[in-house]
């Protein structure tokens, strides 16, 4: 179990909280719960009430969107040092997605009404979440319209790529980098066809950039890769 200086180290490395002080990070991981989840167990559903945001300690959650005739598309994946949930803090709308771990998980839950006292008590704090929280929606939105005008292989390009990234980040190799993603999951992200994403792939493959496998994909060449983004 992480301590509470832990706890606040991991925080400040979270964009929402990365405005927050030494004192005011102190304060949230005093209120922190850790959370361990085996994989394919769910965080929680689409539609739940929406009181916990979590950030991710150890391990990889995604989340999913389910259609009625029970078709499930990946929104997006989450590894350590992510926040997911994070609009609980300021309301109590019910959740837009899915949320269920692909691996052993190991996550810091954070209750909506212990940041919403930390929040009354310390106006600063609130004033900084504010501010971050609208600085990721920009950045999204910024996301949202640079996509708009990518191709399908650049967006195709663009998924692999962020998703080797964070590979590394996790603290992969240099070198080959393994994701753990199939492709319907990559389509799914790039917001594209499994048809479309599939023929790209094997472009890649052909160009030796990458290699398939069942379920995973190995980049040998990630500057390569990124070339492919435009």
């Known amino acids: 179990m992480a301590t509470t200086e832990e706890t606040a180290a991991l925080l400040a490395n979270v964009g929402v909280f990365e405005a927050l002080g ?10 922190a719960v850790p959370r361990h989840l085996e994989a394919g167990q769910v965080v929680f559903r689409e539609g739940d009430k929406s009181d916990t945001c979590y950030i991710v300690q150890a391990g990889h959650c995604r989340a ?11 929104l997006a994946q989450f590894g350590p040092g992510d926040i997911f949930g994070e609009l609980a803090m300021f309301d109590d709308e019910t959740r837009s997605a899915t949320i269920e771990t ?10 909506a009404a212990d940041m919403r006292r930390l929040m009354r008590e310390h ?14 929606l920009r950045e999204a939105n910024e996301r949202i319209s640079r ?3 990518q191709t399908v292989q650049s967006r195709v390009a663009t998924v692999v790529a962020q998703l080797a990234s964070s590979a590394l980040d996790d603290g992969e190799p240099q070198g080959d980098v393994v994701v ?6 990559i389509a799914q992200l790039a917001g594209s066809s499994r048809e479309s994403a599939s023929r790209f792939l094997a472009v890649l493959e052909r160009a030796d950039v990458i290699t398939q496998g069942r379920g995973r994909i190995t980049v040998h060449d990630l500057g390569a890769l990124q070339r492919y983004v435009y």
Do not use: Y
């Not at 999913?64 to 990946?74: L, N, P, V």
């Not at 106006?123 to 990721?136: E, W």
């Not at 753990?180 to 999951?185: C, D, I, S, V």
């Open 22 to 31: 030494p004192d005011d990070l102190a304060r949230v991981a005093e209120v």
């Open 64 to 74: 999913i969107r389910e259609h009625g005739d029970g078709r499930a598309i990946t």
């Open 102 to 111: 692909m691996e052993s998980v190991d996550l810091v839950a954070l209750l």
């Open 123 to 136: 106006t600063d704090i609130a004033v900084k979440l504010v501010v971050s929280l609208g600085r990721r």
């Open 147 to 149: 996509q708009s005008f």
């Open 180 to 185: 753990t993603a199939t492709q319907a999951e």
